[in-house]
């Protein structure tokens, strides 16, 4: 198994920044692709972005495309996720997860095993 844990939320006016981290403890770090997701109140969990074992190919969904970027280091068994231009529709509680298949290309909660607590991003107009 392994262990997830995000930082780095918090509250932040439109157009502005903040970098999420997950780090992850357990089994080899590199044995996973890494996701991010949020959760909005009363909608579900929405995929954001996936990042390979080795960090070279990334997804997105469109909503976020050109101003989030994800990336890993794994000698820290970290996962980050770069957010530029906030919204205030992107408030939501931020996930990261993992999975171990051989595809990134999986935006669906179902596909990813493990999961972090969360942190809050609240982007304010």
């Known amino acids: 198994q392994v262990q997830l844990v995000e930082s780095g939320g918090g509250l932040v006016q439109a157009g502005g920044s903040l970098r999420l981290s997950c780090a992850a403890s357990g089994r080899t770090f590199t044995n996973y692709n890494m996701g991010w997701f949020r959760q909005a109140p009363g909608k579900e969990r929405e995929f954001v972005a996936a990042?390979?074992?080795?960090?070279?190919?990334?997804y997105y969904t469109d909503s976020v495309k050109g101003r989030f970027t994800a990336s890993r280091d794994n000698a820290k068994n970290t996962v980050y996720l770069q957010m530029n231009d906030l919204k205030p529709e992107d408030t939501a509680v931020y996930y990261c997860a993992a999975n171990e298949y051989s595809s990134i290309y999986h935006d669906t909660p179902l596909r990813y095993n493990y999961w972090g607590q969360g942190t809050q991003v609240t982007v304010s107009s």
């Open positions: 990042i390979s074992r080795s960090g070279a190919s990334t």
